[in-house]
Each structure stands twice: as structure tokens, then as C-alpha cells.
T-cell receptor, first 115, second 117 residues
Framework: GAVVSQHPSRVICKSGTSVKIECRSL??????MFWYRQFPKQSLMLMAT?????????EQGVEKDKFLINHASLTLSTLTVTSAHPEDSSFYIC???????????FGAGSRLTVL | AQTVTQSQPEMSVQEAETVTLSCTYD???????LFWYKQPPSRQMILVIR??????QNATENRFSVNFQKAAKSFSLKISDSQLGDTAMYFC??????????????FGTGTKLQVIP
């Protein structure tokens, strides 16, 4: 079945630094990747949608200069949290949709802690 | 805008019993997809079952089945013969196609299911 690898699973960084999270589709080509943020005991909040080779589409209220998304190939999308602050601490999840597929496959998530 | 509502924040069920999780949604679209995802304590989102809106037949995957009522915009999940491994958060999700080939997926707030031994 379709597998999405998300790395790192946990990351701790100092305030003001940048952190990159990778999302890879291992056995399929992902035309669309979604990035979500999940607060404790809450649902998934869509941050942005990225299509390969195009600029990401950000949801209202999500700072695109803060959360940089790159989808340079059909198997890789990255989320960079720039100048991270403690309030950016959260669980970030990516998901990918394959060509012609109508289902999302999720990565295992990345827990970001900003000190 | 699409909305997905899960009115049961928490539920519990005895092992081997049957439980139904409810989900309603609101959309003006005619063609869309509905999903139930499971998020166990590991937090890995796992697809449980999906339903295409144009199909009248309810989807079934082993112990999991749905009751899809398109007119009522209802999409409930029935778990039969509940197992301890079914303990998880369950999210109902709705996917529609937007112009330009984009998709948008909206998730409900989730139902925390506890299976009791």
C-alpha cells in the first residue's frame, strides 16, 4: 500500500531558529500534499496545500512567510518553520494524494518543541 | 464552505460489542468523498473506510461499515465486534474537488473511542 514517510518524528529547537520537516511518498507519486497542524486533543487543522511544481495554497490565518512549503518533486514536500517561537510548538502532519487517487495517506507526524 | 460535525466527543464500548459513531456534513457539492480515519495513541492517521458520494451502496471493510444517507448528509461508522485495538480517536473527513484540480479535505472534531475489556 501507499506509504508516506515523515521526518523527523520529534525535533526540539531554540527560539529563533528554523526547522525543516520532510514528507516523502515512498512508493507512489504525490501530486498533492497537505500539511496539517494538530493541537492536543483537537482535530487536524489544514495549513496549506501544495501541488508539485506550484506555489502552496495557504489557508486563511496561516503565515506563508512563517511556514514555508516546498513541493519540488512528486515524492517530496518540505515544511520549514522559520524563526520558530514557543507558540509554534505543535504536532505537524503531512498527507499525500497520488495521481488519480481519491484518498489521503498520512505521515506519522512530527512533534515540534520550541524552547 | 464544507463543514463536518461529530457530535460525540467521547464514547465507550465493551469489547466484542457494536458501536456507532455519528458524523454529519454540509456541502453544496454533488460529487465528493467521505472518510473515516483512525488516530491511535501513536498519532498515525490510518484510513478505516471511504465512501464515494455517487455510490448508493454503503462501504464495508471487515468489521467496519458505514451508513451513508446522502439526502440527510449523514455518514455514520459502525464498528462490530469491537477490539481493544480499536481504541483511538476517530475522525470523519470530507473531500471535494475544487477548480483547477485541487482538493480540499475537511475533518470533523473527532470522537474518542475507548474499548473496555
Amino acid at each position: 500500500g501507499a506509504v508516506v514517510s515523515q521526518h523527523p518524528s520529534r525535533v526540539i529547537c531554540k527560539s529563533g531558529t528554523s526547522v525543516k520537516i520532510e514528507c516523502r511518498s515512498l512508493d507512489f507519486q504525490a501530486t498533492t500534499m497537505f500539511w496539517y497542524r494538530q493541537f492536543p486533543k483537537q482535530s487536524l487543522m489544514l495549513m496549506a496545500t501544495s501541488n508539485e511544481g506550484s506555489k502552496a495554497t495557504y489557508e486563511q490565518g496561516v503565515e506563508k512567510d512563517k511556514f514555508l512549503i516546498n513541493h519540488a518533486s512528486l515524492t517530496l514536500s518540505t515544511l520549514t518553520v522559520t524563526s520558530a517561537h514557543p507558540e509554534d510548538s505543535s504536532f505537524y502532519i503531512c498527507s499525500a494524494r497520488g495521481i488519480g487517487a481519491n484518498v489521503l495517506t498520512f505521515g506519522a507526524g512530527s512533534r515540534l518543541t520550541v524552547l | 464552505a464544507q463543514t463536518v460535525t461529530q457530535s460525540q466527543p467521547e464514547m465507550s464500548v465493551q469489547e466484542a460489542e457494536t458501536v456507532t459513531l455519528s458524523c454529519t456534513y454540509d456541502t453544496s457539492e454533488s460529487n465528493y468523498y467521505l472518510f473515516w480515519y483512525k488516530q491511535p495513541p501513536s498519532r498515525q492517521m490510518i484510513l478505516v473506510i471511504r465512501q464515494e458520494a455517487y455510490k448508493q451502496q454503503n462501504a464495508t471493510e471487515n468489521r467496519f461499515s458505514v451508513n451513508f444517507q446522502k439526502a440527510a448528509k449523514s455518514f455514520s461508522l459502525k464498528i462490530s465486534d469491537s477490539q481493544l485495538g480499536d481504541t483511538a480517536m476517530y475522525f470523519c473527513a470530507f473531500m471535494t474537488h475544487l477548480s483547477g484540480g485541487y482538493q480540499k479535505v475537511t475533518f470533523g472534531t473527532g470522537t474518542k473511542l475507548q474499548v473496555i475489556p
